[in-house]
């Protein structure tokens, strides 16, 4: 913390500012604390997120968990990126319990990224830990590098994708898992 509040100060007078005046007396210390926060995912361990819920079922149809909002970090400009991550995945004896995917998510998000490793890393642990039939990940991000630096477009929006298993092999399913998602999406910004 007291690493983060320095580099802040450094920050500030870099910048021209006057760090000793009243509005910025604390803001490295609110800065610090802030960090802490939005990389809290470096603390999390899988394990300790789903926690054992995962669950024997008979159930084989597709499961879709649409529009899990997530806020995260670009780690070329520690700019913040965020927007809506949709899952689906074919089980094959096994469920994970339902509020744990919102939590994965989360755990990722909350670190320094790049949208389309996050994309790949939130399939690859539900892949892991199920071993289901299939595995389908959408994310959809705005991103502040591009909307108030760089190009300055701010109503682009990037979107990745991560197809494992049926989602990868078959069109069907993973035409499925697209339409399941796209009705989720009418009227979302
Ligand atoms: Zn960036």
């Keep these: 913390m007291k690493k983060i509040e320095k580099a802040v100060q450094t920050i500030l007078t870099g910048i021209g500012e006057d760090a000793g005046r009243q509005g910025l007396l604390r803001t490295p210390q609110r800065v610090a604390k802030m960090y802490a926060e939005v990389t809290r995912g470096y603390h999390q ?3 300790d997120v789903i926690n054992g819920a995962i ?19 670009c780690e070329h400009h520690l700019l913040p990126f965020y927007g809506i991550v949709h899952v689906g995945y074919i089980p094959k004896g096994r469920v994970v319990g339902l509020s744990k ?3 994965l998510v989360d755990m990722f998000a909350r670190r320094l990224q790049i949208q389309e490793r996050m994309t790949q890393e939130i399939a690859d ?12 990940v959408v994310v959809e991000g705005q991103h502040m590098c591009m909307m108030m630096r760089g190009v300055e477009k701010d109503q682009a929006k990037m979107i990745t994708s991560a197809m494992i298993g049926s989602f990868k092999e078959d069109e069907k399913t993973r035409s499925e898992f697209l339409h399941l998602i796209r009705s989720e999406r009418v009227g979302k910004v």
């Design 45 to 47: 361990k899988v394990e």
């Design 55 to 73: 669950f024997d079922v008979k159930y084989d149809e597709m499961v879709v968990v649409a529009n899990i909002e997530y806020y995260s970090m």
């Design 101 to 103: 995917i919102p939590r």
């Design 125 to 136: 642990v539900l892949n892991d830990y199920l071993d289901p039939d299939g595995v389908g």
